[in-house]
């Protein structure tokens, strides 16, 4: 079980990741799972960055999330993970209700959604969050079929209350219409300037120089003369 102010890395250890030079936050909060038959309605964390430098507002090859919405029967529905990357499915039930085996035991989840497509999820892509067509967010992915052809997700409404009630802080889905990260880039090239423009430059200075020069000259016989 996690503890607050453990380690989050990126990219994961299973994926080569050094626990000491990789750390990219510290789990803040989570939501607990119940595995006493009692229902649950997500299964998320919240983490600190470490520097808020490496942090994007955007999601890796979609861009930021244009609002919230509901899910809703055959709605197309989107998702970016660590192991199948963007993939497209659709909704075929927005409430369901079912069981997800963990290795502490088996967890009873209601009022989750369903997508089905094909090779949508595998493991590695829980966390994974899943939008509309239009950007906007619907929920997290959090468990899939062995086949990769169902995940269900939980709902955004559910996540922002109950990491809310379990940290004891508001939270809020972040909505940021933003582009991709590393899509804006700048090149800086560098011009070398020619031996005409050197000399040229080098002309311009020394003409502004001489003309100050003449003007100083000018002012000190001035102050001279009121000695």
Not at 46 to 66: E, F, N, Q, R
Not at 69 to 77: C, G, H, I, R, Y
Request: hydrophobic share 40%; aromatic share 10%; proline share 6%.
């Amino acid at each position: 079980l996690g503890q607050q102010g453990d380690p989050i890395v990126q990219p994961g250890v299973y994926d080569g990741g050094n626990p000491s030079s990789d750390v990219i936050g510290y789990l803040y909060g989570f939501v607990p799972i119940d595995f006493t038959g009692n229902p649950n309605y997500c299964d998320c964390a919240v983490a600190t960055p470490a520097s808020m430098g490496d942090i994007y507002v955007s999601i890796m090859a979609w861009g930021g999330v244009t609002g919230k919405a509901t899910p809703s029967v055959d709605m197309k529905a989107y998702k970016i993970g660590r192991s199948t990357g963007l993939t497209e499915g659709y909704v075929f039930d927005d409430s369901a209700s079912v069981n997800v085996e963990y290795k502490s035991g088996t967890a009873y989840f209601e009022d989750v959604f369903m997508v089905q497509g094909s090779n949508i999820v595998q493991p590695g892509d829980s966390g994974s969050p899943v939008l509309t067509e239009n950007g906007e967010f619907l929920g997290l992915l959090f468990a899939g079929n062995d086949s990769g052809t169902h995940y269900v997700a939980c709902k955004q409404t559910y996540i922002e209350q109950n990491i809310s009630s379990a940290t004891g802080k508001t939270m809020h889905i972040l909505v940021a219409n933003a582009p991709k990260p590393f899509e804006k880039q700048i090149q800086i090239v560098y011009v070398k300037p020619s031996i005409t423009e050197v000399v040229e430059q080098a002309s311009s200075a020394m003409i502004q120089m001489l003309s100050v020069a003449m003007l100083i000259l000018p002012i000190i016989g001035l102050m001279r003369a009121f000695k």
